[in-house]
């Protein structure tokens, strides 16, 4: 029987779905078989795009008190919910992740970043301040909170729903209009959320979508479209950078979330059996395709030998499978050329000196799956703190383990680094951990845990790990324009 004809993913524009002369392929990482063919947006159609988020500020949306706007958020959550099971399918579709992960984490969070924005931007509060004046009759000053306009927003593969409307809930509840060019890698949760924006009743204009490549395509098209007010990026530090000087003529507003290179750091009065947990949750949650990932664990010496054979006990007996096989650990990574990049790394790693604990190159299944991207989680020890395979970030299932022996060497030797996004500390010991947390250049450390999230709180890096904060207030002070109105009593 003939397969099915590939679906087609479209650009949403205005309120339509539309096609585009270029396609390329969406391929499903498990197999490589081609799940559908997508419509790549010419500068054009991005133009287009940015035009009718323009003009949706002066229709109907641009009329919406925050209160509306947060009960039209809400509603958008409910839509997600509602084809929840159709979320999970193509994200792990895109994706290969495991089912279980789909569900709990990127799906689930979806609906909670739409939830959780529509509520803090309808309570939040702004200052104000009574104003002693020389003649006795005082002053008022008090601030509002105005949106910037239109803001672009270009979302990664590795979290694609979580990490797209963890920008677009707070960009929309303060009541800006967007236009989002998911990853290529990625593309079909993006235009699943798109229906749910039209049937929700999203004014048009007011969500768009553009799908494409980062040069010369439509993120590059967007990010120097002079129809824009702002852009969010998440993804590799140096497309960072591109985009900051492709925007700086226009001295456009930028928040950042970038590549990192992340420690954990294990002491040896650490809860053992906890720790070792939570650096195999660390470094090979989502096939390491995390940007908060530990590729760097520093273990301190009088418990580095067990912590190691601990650790790789554990690797090996990872589940590596389809994702929706019972107990699978592991998925493919995100596509063969990202799989050729982590290889790269294994190999250098050997060259470099490394130990391989575990892993180190591919597994063989025997079936479909061989035409995957799949790679073995790999352990390293041995290397110089100045290797390439220790300072530059990987984002695959891999981690290098390091012996230390006293606090201030490890925090000196995990700030030695050209990123600072955040680490994972172990230590009962409760003084060390508020004085070690603080002492490390990040911008969020766990202490005992790793990956527990808050949504109220500030999220970002330092260095070239990124650039501003996201979450809570700070997304509300990102995505808002504020300004102040003194008046004289
Ligand atoms: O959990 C979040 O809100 C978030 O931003 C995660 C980012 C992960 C990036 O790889």
Redesign the pocket.
Known sequence: MKPASPALLRNYVDGEFVGSAATFDNINPVDGSLIAQVCEADRATVEAAVAAARLALQGPWGAMSVQQRAAMLHKVADGIAARFDEFVAAEVADTGRPLEQARTLDIA?GIANFRTFADLAACANTDAFEMATADGAGALNYTVRKPLGVVGIISPW??PL??LT?KVAPALACGNAVVAKPSEESPATATLLAEVMRDAGVPRGVFNLVHGFGADSAGQFLTESKGIDALTF?GESRTGSTIMKAVADGVKEVSF?LGGKNAAVVFADADFDAAVAGVMRSSFTNSGQ???CSERVYVERPIFERFVAAIKAKVDALKIGYPDEGGVDMGPLISHGHRDKVLGYFRLAEQEGATVVAGGGVPHFGDARDNGAYVQPTVWTGLPDSARCVTEEIFGPVCHIAPFDAEDEVVARVNASDYGLACALWTTNLSRAHRVARRIHVGLVWVNTWYL?D?RTA?GGVKLSGLGREGGRYSLDFYSDVANICIKL
């Open positions: 969070r590795n979290l979580l990490l963890w998440t979330e995390v940007c908060l999230r949504l999220f």
